[in-house]
Nanobody, 123 residues
Framework: EVQFVESGGGLVQAGGSLRLSCAAS????????IGWIRQAPGKGREGVSC????????YYADSVKGRFTISSDNAKNTVYLQMHSLKPEDTAVYYC????????????????WGQGTQVTVSS
């Protein structure tokens, strides 16, 4: 069973930074992409970013491009999301997932939803 443990969220003022971490376990996903999906209050889920484990190719939603950076530590099966210049519209629960297709707009996901980590950006 694929499992994710997300951490690093919190309350930050607009313009601030946070670093999210996700420890994944349960299967070997060396040839998959792993990344982040967020859900803001009252809104649908949005693919934020993912990284392809095989070659390190990264993908970002237009809304976070230039502000967020995804990275991974393959030895630790951990993926990180460094978030800078945070905006109130970044407020959401952030979930870590394995992507089967690296398509942030129409992701095909493996496994189930974890608890996520809450990010709240105050104005």
């Amino acid at each position: 069973e694929v499992q994710f443990v997300e951490s690093g969220g919190g309350l930050v003022q607009a313009g601030g930074s946070l670093r999210l971490s996700c420890a994944a376990s349960g299967f070997s996903f060396d040839d998959r992409a792993i990344g982040w999906i967020r859900q803001a209050p009252g809104k649908g889920r949005e693919g934020v970013s993912c990284i392809r484990r095989s070659d390190g190719t990264t993908y970002y939603a237009d809304s976070v491009k230039g502000r967020f950076t995804i990275s991974s530590d393959n030895a630790k099966n951990t993926v990180y999301l460094q978030m800078h210049s945070l905006k109130p519209e970044d407020t959401a629960v952030y979930y870590c997932r394995v992507f089967l297709n690296s398509d942030l707009k129409r992701p095909i996901l493996l496994g189930s939803w974890g608890q996520g980590t809450q990010v709240t950006v105050s104005s």
